[in-house]
């Protein structure tokens, strides 16, 4: 693989997560086409991004900082999750699965974190 981030579990972790909620907010009402439905697909692909922006970086500390922002958008984006379980547009067992999904992504990004250098 040429790519750096291709070669990161997390990386195709948070990909698989971003298509998840892709196909999950395609069951949204339309009227949420650009509200919720759009915010929760950034939030989630901006996951996956960031590992792969911050993963080409020339130093630990600036790849550090793309992590962190990808965990941002993994906060923003079980946000959004449970906003959706809330207005019903998600039922309590969809929601379990991805916060289940969530968690371990979570703690993958912050296990990488911690084992680069300042």
Known sequence: MYYRFENLEIW???KK???DIYKITGKFPKSELFGL???LRRAAVSIA???AEGSDKKSDPEFKRFLRISLGSLNET???LYISLD???IVKSEFDGFYKDSCLLASKIKSLISSLRL
Do not use: D, Y
Request: glycine share 6%.
């Open 49 to 51: 991004l960031n590992i």
């Open 78 to 80: 079980v946000t959004g």
């Open 37 to 39: 439905t759009s915010q």
């Open 12 to 14: 195709k972790l948070a």
């Open 17 to 19: 997560f971003s298509a």
């Open 87 to 89: 207005l019903n547009f």
